[in-house]
């Protein structure tokens, strides 16, 4: 599984390596297809804010955007994967500066306002919405046990970015709407 992540938000403080690590924990917990490749983009709030009222209509920066690249691309995991081409599954759109006062407001980490963030545009890359308050439910249920899963990961990494994936990651990798069950 391809994470690729870009920061040109010009913040210092991120760390990309640690975000990429757990982008794939997100895929690999969510079965997702190991030729899928994801775009992970840190920018500042002038092109957060552009990006937001170009493609959501609203006015100012946002957190996070998902760009979905290929509608038909199924993301599940495939007995033959030999068969499937690699397929860009999308791109996932940060803003740093947000995420800083977002955490601040919330009494946790930037990082880990920025890993909820990337979960959270993971999630809507692969069909989730909360548009209705059944489906904010089930969004939240989701995101919130891949980020524990992400911390007990971490925990037993002695606190460095756990190595592999999410095998067995306390039932985090509940299929999603795309994904095999």
């Not at 692969?126 to 046990?145: F, V």
Request: with cysteine; net charge negative.
């Amino acid at each position: 599984m391809a994470v690729f992540v870009a920061n040109e938000s010009g913040a210092n403080d991120v760390d990309e390596v640690r975000l990429t690590a757990l982008a794939r924990f997100v895929l690999d917990a969510m079965k997702v297809n190991p030729l899928a490749e994801l775009s992970v983009m840190l920018v500042e709030e002038k092109a957060m804010a552009d990006l937001h009222v170009r493609y959501m209509g609203e006015e100012g920066p946002t957190d996070v955007l998902s760009f979905a690249q290929d509608d038909a691309f199924d993301a599940s995991w495939s007995e033959s994967v030999d068969d499937d081409p690699t397929t860009l599954l999308g791109d996932v759109v940060l803003c740093p500066d947000v995420a800083r006062r977002q955490a601040e407001q919330a009494g946790h980490s930037h990082e880990r306002e920025l890993h909820l963030l990337c979960t959270h545009g993971i999630l809507h890359l692969l069909g989730y919405d909360h548009a209705e308050p059944d489906e904010e439910r089930e969004m939240w249920k989701i995101q919130n046990k891949l980020l524990a899963s992400w911390d007990t990961a971490v925990k037993a990494a002695g606190g460095k970015r756990p190595a592999g994936g999410a095998d067995g990651a306390d039932g985090a990798g509940e299929p999603g709407p795309t994904a095999a069950r």
